[in-house]
C-alpha cells in the first residue's frame, strides 16, 4: 500500500472535523483532513439537474441543497423496533431507488462543511447548563459553561448587533451580549425588504409575535427580555437567566450567502497551504490500531465519487486501499451515525456484535453505538387565503426574479431561509429552563421523506414546527448491518415508549408546542384558510399524544460516543480521548453525554475549538518533554 504521514489525520470535514482541521493548520501543525465527499461549489452539474452551487450558496435553497444528488448522504432509520408501530408513519419507505430501506429518511451531507453544506443555518448558542452536564460528568472543569462560552465569542463575527457594541468590547473590554467581532463565523439576520412591504406577512409577523410573547409562562419575564435583547436569543445575558422569549433567530450567511467550516477550510489551505491538505472522495474505511500496544498509527481509506452506499447512484468504483499514518492523532469526526461505525470496523465496540461481523476485538467499549439521541419535531401546517406577495414568482430556481436579486445585491426574499420568527419556552413551569424551541416558517414543511423539497415551492402555507429540546431518551442504537464500510450502519431511535425516557414526559411536552401553534393562529384568524396538519378534527390530549408518537422525527442526532466515564458506558474522556486507545480522539456530535439546546451545530463548533486548544497544548507538552 502507499504510504504517506502527516502530524494529524482528520476523518470529516464537517462542523467538527472541518473546524479542528483549520485550527491546527493555522496553528503550524501538518494536517490531512479526508472526506467523502466534494466541494459543493466546484463540483459540475450534471445536466437535467439542479445548480449544485446554487442549492448549497442560496439561503432559501437548504431543503434542496439536502436533497441535491451531489450533496446528499440519505440514511433511513428506524424510530421504532415494533413494525406495526412504525408503519403508522405515513413517511416510512420500506424500498426507495431500487433498494429496500426499511425506514424514515434522515438527511445528511458529505462534502466539505458536512451538514452544515444543507442545513437551515441557524445559529443559537448552548445554553449553560448543556456544558455545566459535562463538568459533572467527566469532573473536568474546563468545561464549565463560564469558560466554554468563550470559544462562541471565538468562533463569531457578528454582523447583525448594534456597532458600538463592536468598539465598546474593543476600547473598553465591556461586552454585555457576549457576541464575537473577528471570528471566522459570519452571522447576519435577514428580513427581506419585499417581506417589509408585504402589509399582509409584516403584520402577521407581528401578530404572531404578540401572541407567542402572550402565551409564554413568564409572559412578562419574556417580553422584557424581548425588548431588551432586540429578540437576540444569542444575548449572554438571556442564557444566564434561562427565560422563555420570543426571538428573530440569526443565521450563518456573509452577505446573505451561506457561510461556514467550508469557507474557513479554503481561507486557512489558501493561507497555510503547506499545513493543511484537503483530500476529497476519500473515504475512510477503518483505524489502524496496533492491537498489542493499542496505538493508533494512521488510517485506511479509498477514493472515488459517491462510493458511500448512502450517497445518491450511481457510486463510483472505488480505487486501491491507501493508507496515511498520523505522527501525532487520528481524530474521527464523522458524526453520530458513522463514527461509531467506523469505531467498530477498527475493531472498537462491543465484543458480541464485533463477533457477529467477524472483526477482531482490539478493545472492548459497549458504549460505541449507544447512547444515542434527538430531539421530537412535529409541525403545525396551515393554509392561508392568499399567496404571499412576498414571495411572488418564487420558483426556487436559477431563473427566476427573485434569485437574479439575490445574486445581483444579495437582497430579497432568497436572503432568507424562511423563518419569521422564534420563540422558547418550558413546556411546564417546573421546568428549570426552556425545553421547547418553536419557530413560524413560510412554508409547507411535514417532516422528510423523498420529493419533501417540493412542498416548500407552494406560497401559501404557514408552519409552525415544534422542536423538543433535552428530550429524555437516550435508548437509540447504531449498530453495524455489516463488515462492509460501504454499507449504511443500522440505526433505531426507539421512539417514546421504546425508549428510556419517564413515561408521556417527552410527549406531552410536544403537545404543549402544538397547542401554542394553535393559538398562535388562532390570533391570525382572518389568515388562516384550514389547518391541514395535524387536522382540527385530533383535539383531544389523547388524540394528539397519538398523532406525535405516529410522526414526529429529528434531525440532530448524538450520543453515540458519550464524553462519560468508561464504567458508566463512555467512549471518549473530558480530553477527547477514545478509552484505552492511545493517539485516537472523538471531535464530533457524537461525544455529547447529553444533548444539548437547542440546534446542535453551534455546540458542535465549540468543542471543535476547545479540542483544538486540547490538542495543542498536549502535543506542546509532548514537544516540551
Known amino acids: ?110 462534502g466539505l462543511g458536512g451538514c452544515t453544506g444543507h442545513n437551515a443555518m441557524i445559529i443559537v448558542r448552548p445554553n449553560n447548563a448543556d456544558w455545566n452536564h459535562i463538568w459533572q460528568v467527566t469532573g473536568d472543569a474546563s468545561w464549565r459553561a463560564s469558560r466554554m462560552q468563550r470559544y462562541f465569542r471565538r468562533i463569531e463575527r457578528c454582523r447583525y448587533e448594534w456597532f458600538f457594541l463592536k468598539w465598546f468590547d474593543r476600547l473598553f473590554d465591556w461586552n454585555p451580549t ?20 408585504d402589509w399582509r406577512l409584516r403584520r402577521t409577523m407581528w401578530k404572531g409575535l404578540l401572541a407567542a410573547a402572550s402565551l409564554m409562562p413568564d409572559a412578562v419575564e419574556g417580553w422584557g427580555w424581548l425588548t431588551r435583547s432586540s429578540g437576540d436569543p444569542n444575548d449572554e445575558r438571556l442564557l444566564d437567566a434561562e427565560v422563555s422569549t420570543v426571538c428573530m433567530t440569526p443565521m450563518s450567511t456573509a452577505r446573505h450567502t451561506r457561510s461556514g467550516p467550508r469557507e474557513y477550510l479554503l481561507d486557512v489551505e489558501r ?25 493508533a498509527s494512521g488510517v485506511s481509506y479509498r477514493e472515488g465519487r459517491r462510493l458511500y452506499r448512502a450517497a445518491a447512484q450511481p457510486h463510483g468504483d472505488a480505487g ?35 463477533a457477529e461481523h467477524r472483526i477482531p476485538l482490539v478493545k472492548s467499549l459497549p458504549g460505541v453505538g449507544r447512547n444515542l439521541q434527538d430531539r421530537y419535531e412535529v409541525s403545525v401546517v396551515n393554509r ?20 437574479r436579486q439575490w445574486k445581483r445585491w444579495g437582497k430579497g426574499a432568497y436572503t432568507s431561509n424562511g423563518l419569521l420568527f422564534s420563540a422558547m419556552f418550558r413546556s411546564r413551569t417546573d421546568q428549570p429552563r426552556p425545553d421547547l424551541f418553536c419557530f413560524c416558517l413560510l412554508a409547507d414543511f411535514r417532516g422528510y421523506y423523498p420529493g419533501y423539497s417540493d412542498r416548500i415551492k407552494k406560497r401559501d402555507y404557514l408552519t409552525w414546527t415544534v422542536l423538543k429540546a433535552y428530550t429524555h431518551n437516550s435508548g437509540g442504537t447504531v449498530q453495524l448491518r455489516s463488515a462492509d464500510p460501504l454499507d449504511r450502519p443500522l440505526i433505531n431511535f426507539h421512539y417514546f415508549a421504546e425508549g428510556n425516557a419517564p413515561s408521556g414526559t417527552d410527549l406531552d411536552a410536544v403537545v404543549t408546542g402544538i397547542k401554542v401553534g ?15 396538519v395535524p387536522g382540527r378534527h385530533l383535539y383531544t390530549d389523547e388524540q394528539l399524544r397519538q398523532h406525535v408518537a405516529d ?46 439546546g437547542y440546534f446542535i451545530v453551534t455546540a458542535v463548533y465549540m468543542i471543535a475549538e476547545k479540542a483544538a486548544d486540547v490538542l495543542l497544548a498536549d502535543q506542546r507538552g509532548a514537544d516540551d518533554r
Not at 394553535?518 to 389547518?531: I, N, Q, S, T
Open 320 to 354: 486501491a486501499e491507501r493508507f496515511v499514518g498520523a505522527t501525532c492523532e487520528v481524530v474521527l469526526s464523522g458524526g453520530t451515525f458513522n463514527t461509531p461505525q467506523l469505531l467498530m470496523l477498527s475493531g472498537v465496540g462491543d465484543p458480541d456484535e464485533l
Open 551 to 596: 410522526n414526529a422525527w429529528g434531525h440532530h442526532a448524538c450520543g453515540t460516543c458519550a464524553m462519560k466515564p468508561e464504567d458508566q458506558g463512555g467512549v471518549v474522556d473530558s480530553k477527547f480521548r477514545v478509552h484505552g486507545i492511545e493517539n485516537l480522539r472523538i471531535v464530533d456530535a457524537s461525544i455529547f453525554p447529553r444533548i444539548p
Open 1 to 110: 500500500m502507499a504510504q504517506e504521514s502527516f502530524e494529524y489525520v482528520v476523518v470529516g470535514a464537517g462542523a467538527g472535523g472541518g473546524v479542528l482541521a483549520a485550527r491546527l493548520a493555522e496553528a503550524g501543525r501538518r494536517v490531512l483532513l479526508l472526506d467523502a465527499g466534494d466541494d459543493p461549489v466546484k463540483v459540475a452539474t450534471p445536466p437535467g439537474e439542479r445548480s449544485v452551487d446554487a442549492d448549497y450558496l442560496v439561503p432559501a435553497f437548504h431543503p434542496f441543497a439536502s436533497e441535491n444528488p451531489e450533496l446528499r448522504w440519505n440514511f433511513w432509520v428506524r424510530h421504532y423496533a415494533d413494525t406495526a408501530q412504525q408503519l403508522k408513519d405515513c413517511r416510512y419507505r420500506d424500498k426507495w431507488d431500487d433498494a429496500t430501506v426499511d425506514g424514515i429518511l434522515y438527511p445528511r451531507a458529505s
Open 518 to 532: 394553535r393559538k398562535v393562529f388562532d390570533a391570525l384568524g382572518h389568515l388562516v384558510a384550514e389547518e391541514e
Open 271 to 295: 493561507r497555510h497551504r503547506d499545513n493543511l491538505t484537503i483530500r476529497p472522495n476519500a473515504l475512510v474505511t477503518r483505524v489502524e490500531i496496533d492491537p498489542v500496544t493499542r496505538r
Open 384 to 403: 392561508v387565503k392568499h399567496p404571499w406577495k412576498a414571495l411572488k414568482g418564487a420558483t426556487y430556481t436559477t431563473t427566476d426574479r427573485l434569485f
Open 178 to 197: 457576549g457576541h464575537g467581532w473577528r471570528g471566522w463565523l459570519s452571522t447576519e439576520r435577514s428580513l427581506p425588504l419585499r417581506a417589509v412591504l
